[in-house]
C-alpha cells in the first residue's frame, strides 16, 4: 500500500507527540524518590517496593521494539492515540491503586500502553524535519531522551512532599487526555495496513516479550538475591538467553519480522545502537545512584534530593540551543565524541565523592554531565538512525531505542552489584585499620564513650553506643568509597564509547519523501 505523504501545516503535532514522548519517559523515574511513600501508603513489604519501578521497565521494554510494526499496522495516527489514552487511564488507576499488587498491575499496563509514544516520536521527527532541519528534530528529542529521565526524581520528590505519592500519577491526567484529543486531529503521517496482522511472526513476538521480560527481571532483582544464588534467577536467566537466542534466530530467517535485526548490518546503526546502548547506562544509572547515595549516605529527604540534583536538568536545558547552533556548522561525529567525553569527565568528577557532598559539592560534576548530554544522545540519532533507508526506518527506531533502556537496566544491576560488594570490601578493609593499635581510634572512642556515659538515657552503655557509632562511621565511608568506584566504572564504558565514534560514517541529508510505503 502507498500513498502521498500529508504534510502538517505546523509544528503543533510534532511538538503534541512531544509532550507524550516526555511523560512516558518521565514516568519511569518519577516514583524513584517516593518508593518508601508508596510503599508505606499502601503497607508493602521492603522487598515488594522496588516492583512500581520493575513492573513499569519490564513492560516499556518489551513493548518498545514491537512499536514500529505496530505503527505500520494501525498508523502513527492511532498507535499514539491509542497509547496515550491506555497511558492516561492506566496513570488514573496506579493513583487509585488500594494495595501493592494492584499498583505492581497498573504500572506494568502503563508501561505497556505507553512505551510506543517514545519511539514513533523518533521516526515521526524524520518526517516532521527535512534535511537540515533534522538537526532541530534530533536536538529535541534527544534533549527530551535525556532530561526527562533525569527531571523523574526531582519532580516526583516535589510532588509527594507538596501533595501526596498519588499525584504522581494524576499529573498525566490533563496532558494524556490533551494528547488523546489532538493527535486524531493533528498527525497525518501515514495509513494503517490491517493486512499486515495476518503475516506477523507471532512466534517471534512471544520469544522476544519472553526474553526481554525474563532478562530485565534478572536485572532488576539480581542484586537483591544474591544473582545467580537464587533458583529463580537462575532459572530465568536460562530463560532469557535461550528465548533471545531463538528470537535472532527467528528474526534473520522469517520473512517479515517484527524487529528489523538485519539493519544490524548497517555500520552506523550498529554503533548507534551500541552508543544508545552506552548513554542509557550513563543516563538512568546516575540518576539511580546520585538520589541513592544522598539517601543512604546524606539522609536527604526526596525533595531535598531532588534540590540536589536540579542543577543536573538545567544544565540540559542549556545544552540544546548551543547543540543546535554547533550542530549546524560541524560534523556530528566530533560532537558526539565531545559529548561521550564530558560524560566520561563528569563519571571521573563523581569519583571523588565524599560523605559530606551535597547539592553544592555535586554542581560542577552535574554541569559536565548534563551540558554536553545532548551532544551524546542527538548525534546518535541522526547517524544512526538516518542512515537507514525510510522503509526500514520504523522497524528499527524500536530496537535503537530498546538499547538505551536495556543499557540503563544493565547499568543499574552493574553499579547496584559493584555498591554492594564493593561496600563489604571496603568496610572490611577499613575495620582492618580499627584495632587497639589504632592511637586515633582510642582516643576517638574514649571521648565518645565518656560522652556517652554522661547521658541519663545511657546508663553504663558508653562504650557499647560509641562502638556503634564507630561502625556506623565505617560503614558510611565504605559506602561513599563504593559509589565512587561505580562512577568510575561507568566513566570506563564512555571512554570506550567515545574511541568508538569516528567508525561512524557522515550521513549526508537525504531529500524529502514523496511517498510512504507500507
Known amino acids: 500500500m502507498s500513498g502521498t505523504t500529508l504534510r502538517p501545516p505546523s509544528l503543533l503535532p510534532f511538538v503534541v507527540m512531544c509532550v507524550g514522548m516526555f511523560i512516558a519517559l518521565l514516568d519511569i523515574q518519577i516514583v524513584a524518590s517516593s518508593l518508601q511513600d508508596i510503599g508505606g501508603g499502601l503497607s508493602a513489604a521492603q522487598d515488594e517496593i522496588s516492583w512500581v519501578q520493575t513492573a513499569y521497565l519490564i513492560a516499556e521494554i518489551i513493548m518498545i521494539p514491537l512499536s514500529g510494526w505496530l505503527t505500520r499496522v494501525f498508523s502513527t495516527r492511532w498507535l499514539f492515540t491509542a497509547s496515550a489514552a491506555g497511558f492516561t487511564l492506566a496513570s488514573m488507576l496506579c493513583g487509585l491503586a488500594w494495595d ?101 511472526d507471532y512466534p517471534g513476538i512471544a520469544l522476544m516479550a519472553l526474553g526481554l521480560g525474563t532478562l530485565e527481571y534478572v536485572l532488576e532483582e539480581g542484586t537483591r538475591w544474591n544473582w545467580f544464588d537464587d ?67 546524606r539522609g536527604f529527604s526526596a525533595w531535598q534530593t531532588g534540590l540536589a540534583i536540579f542543577s543536573l536538568g538545567a544544565a540540559s536545558l542549556i545544552g540544546t540551543p548551543v547543540y543546535i547552533l554547533l550542530a549546524r556548522r560541524f560534523d556530528g561525529r566530533w560532537l558526539m565524541m565531545f559529548g561521550l567525553a564530558c560524560f566520561g569527565l563528569s563519571m571521573w568528577s563523581y569519583s571523588f565523592v565524599t560523605h559530606d557532598w551535597g547539592g553544592d559539592q555535586l554542581l560542577l560534576p552535574q554541569l559536565l554531565r548534563g551540558f554536553p548530554q545532548v551532544f551524546a544522545v542527538a548525534p546518535s540519532v541522526t547517524l544512526g538512525l538516518g542512515s537507514l533507508p525510510p522503509a526500514r526506518l520504523k522497524y528499527a527506531s524500536g530496537l535503537f531505542n530498546m538499547m538505551r533502556n536495556l543499557g540503563g537496566a544493565v547499568g543499574i544491576a552493574a553499579s547496584a552489584a559493584i555498591v554492594n560488594d564493593q561496600t563489604n570490601a571496603h568496610f572490611q578493609r577499613i575495620a582492618a585499620h580499627l584495632t587497639p593499635a589504632n592511637g586515633a581510634m582510642e582516643r576517638y572512642t574514649h571521648a565518645l564513650a565518656g560522652r556517652y556515659a554522661a547521658w541519663p538515657e545511657l546508663p553504663g552503655l558508653g562504650d557499647a553506643a560509641a562502638l556503634r557509632q564507630l561502625w556506623h562511621l565505617a560503614y558510611r565511608e565504605a559506602a561513599t568509597l563504593a559509589f565512587a568506584d561505580a562512577f568510575r566504572a561507568i566513566m570506563l564504558a564512555f571512554v570506550l564509547a567515545t574511541l568508538l565514534v569516528p567508525l561512524m560514517r557522515k550521513v549526508a541529508a537525504p531529500p524529502p519523501a514523496t511517498t510512504n510505503a507500507h
Request: hydrophobic share 55%.
Open 100 to 200: 501493592i499488587q494492584s499498583m505492581i498491575i497498573f504500572r506494568a499496563l502503563q508501561g505497556l500502553l505507553g512505551a510506543s509514544m517514545i519511539p514513533t516520536v523518533f521516526t515521526s521527527s524524520f518526517h516532521f524535519f527535512q534535511g537540515p532541519r533534522r538537526v532541530y528534530s534530533a536536538a529535541v528529542v534527544g534533549t527530551i531522551a535525556s532530561i526527562a529521565p533525569t527531571l523523574g526524581p526531582v519532580i516526583g520528590g516535589w510532588i509527594t512532599d507538596t501533595l501526596n505519592w498519588h499525584w504522581l500519577f494524576y499529573v498525566n491526567l490533563v496532558p494524556g487526555l490533551a494528547i488523546t484529543v489532538l493527535v486524531p486531529l493533528l498527525v497525518r503521517i501515514d495509513a494503517p495496513d490491517l493486512s499486515l496482522l495476518r503475516g506477523a
Open 231 to 297: 533458583a529463580t534467577i537462575r532459572f530465568c536467566a536460562w530463560i532469557a538467553a535461550l528465548s533471545l537466542a531463538l528470537f535472532v534466530v527467528r528474526s534473520l530467517t522469517y520473512r517479515n519480522p517484527v524487529v528489523d535485526l538485519r539493519a544490524l548490518g548497517n555500520r552506523n546503526f550498529a554503533l548507534g545502537c551500541l552508543l544508545s546502548f552506552v548513554t542509557g547506562i550513563g543516563i538512568f544509572t546516575t540518576i539511580y545512584l546520585t538520589p541513592l547515595f544522598l539517601g543512604y549516605v
